[in-house]
């Protein structure tokens, strides 16, 4: 009987071992599972959050892949804050730098359509310009002063600034910013976001979008059009910059350079675009910099009249029935002259919308056509700059 209870002992305190490692099983297996749905859970969200940053790269991406312009919901998106007088970072306000070279009455009425349409949500213009144009441009910009209502009111100010033009926009806007002789401090420190905008860009409707768009999506960098025809990459000729954004644009367009030693027109460009243009959304995250419209001209780019161009800037069509039609795009390019003249055939109520306040004002009109003549009454040293670009410019 001893033996047996022994036995019995034994046997009781086997199974007590046995319960207690498939308890300690159990509950391992447990934790790990327990571990296992937490971990799972902060991925989740951890994708999710990144998911989100990344939102606005995502979407162009996804309209670029499909050839359109931006996709549907960005376009909503920047046409109602289009819309908005007011942001959510404001701070020292925004400065528009106009980078002019004013050589005929076509540039004359591109800058003053800027002025009228371009500057909501701005609150100071500084015209950047070329020496030769002082004796026209002054009395053009004093009679916008007293003509145009944001300006009469005094709710915008502009200035005028000249400089020798020896680097095109490039170095008008360098000059300009970097100016510290006519201010006590530069517009570097004065403002905290940033418009370069050239004679080139004619405004065909009331638009803010540019500053909107930097302060309502937090960008370092804005252009109203964007290409992919060398990578990804945002046209220079209307484009809006942060405070942080504006110090690496600087840092790499205002420095001395051997575009101006080509002797050819166009290497000179190319040159300038390889260099100063092509490179600038690569200088920033790419979550940080918006092109708003797509100007490459896609199945519109055609061996016909003016559709001989793969960019929007001199491809009629598709700037008339893809950009202003169905995107609303606020501006034109006037560079080509063939294509202004196609802007006032076929769409004259654009051209007219935002020089509304110069065809109503006789002065403002008899100005404009005195660019085409502005060397009449200029210095010998004015004609001689001025002969030289506009002989540049026709080539």
Not at 182 to 200: E, G, P, Q, V
Not at 304 to 316: L, R, V
Request: hydrophobic letters at 35%; glycine letters at 4%.
């Amino acid at each position: 009987m001893k033996l047996k209870n022994v036995r019995g002992d034994s046997l009781h305190k086997r199974k007590g071992k046995i319960s207690i490692q498939r308890f300690t099983i159990v509950l391992t297996g447990l934790l790990i599972s327990v571990s296992l749905l937490y971990c799972n859970i902060f991925f989740h969200i951890m994708a999710k959050k990144q998911g989100s940053e990344n939102e606005n790269e995502l979407t162009s991406i996804t309209s670029i892949g499909a050839g359109t312009i931006i996709s549907k919901s960005t376009s909503k998106i920047s046409k109602s804050s289009s819309n908005k007088l007011q942001s959510s970072r404001v701070g020292k306000g925004a400065v528009m730098v106009i980078a002019a070279a004013p050589f005929n009455y076509i540039r004359a009425y591109a800058l003053w359509s800027q002025l009228e349409c371009f500057t909501n949500n701005i609150q100071k213009v500084v015209i950047t310009a070329s020496d030769w144009s002082k004796p026209v441009l002054e009395p053009f910009i004093e009679e916008a002063r007293n003509t145009i209502p944001h300006f009469k009111d005094g709710t915008v100010t502009v200035d005028v600034r000249y400089f020798t033009n020896d680097r095109y926009d490039i170095g008008l806007w360098c000059d300009s910013l970097k100016d510290n002789q006519a201010i006590k401090r530069s517009l570097l420190d004065k403002y905290d976001d940033f418009t370069l905008i050239n004679d080139s860009v004619m405004a065909v409707e009331q638009s803010s979008e540019m500053i909107d768009t930097l302060r309502d999506k937090n960008l370092n960098v804005v252009s109203l059009t964007y290409s992919l025809l060398e990578g990804y990459w945002i046209e220079a000729n209307y484009r809006a910059f942060s405070s942080d954004g504006i110090h690496p644009l600087l840092n790499h367009i205002c420095v001395p350079n051997d575009c101006d030693k080509k002797k050819a027109k166009w290497k000179r460009h190319r040159c300038n675009v390889d260099n100063f243009e092509v490179p600038i959304a690569g200088l920033y995250p790419r979550s940080s910099v918006w092109g708003l419209y797509h100007g490459d001209a896609g199945e519109y780019f055609q061996n016909k009249p003016m559709q001989m161009s793969e960019m929007w800037h001199s491809n009629y069509p598709y700037w008339a029935e893809v950009l202003r039609k169905e995107h609303n795009v606020p501006a034109v390019k006037i560079s080509n002259r063939w294509f202004y003249e196609w802007l006032i055939k076929k769409n004259k109520p654009d051209h007219d919308r935002c020089i509304h306040h110069l065809t109503t004002s006789t002065k403002a009109s008899s100005l404009a056509l005195d660019f085409d003549h502005l060397m009449e009454n200029a210095d010998s040293v004015n004609q001689i700059e001025f002969t030289k670009y506009k002989k540049e410019t026709n080539k």
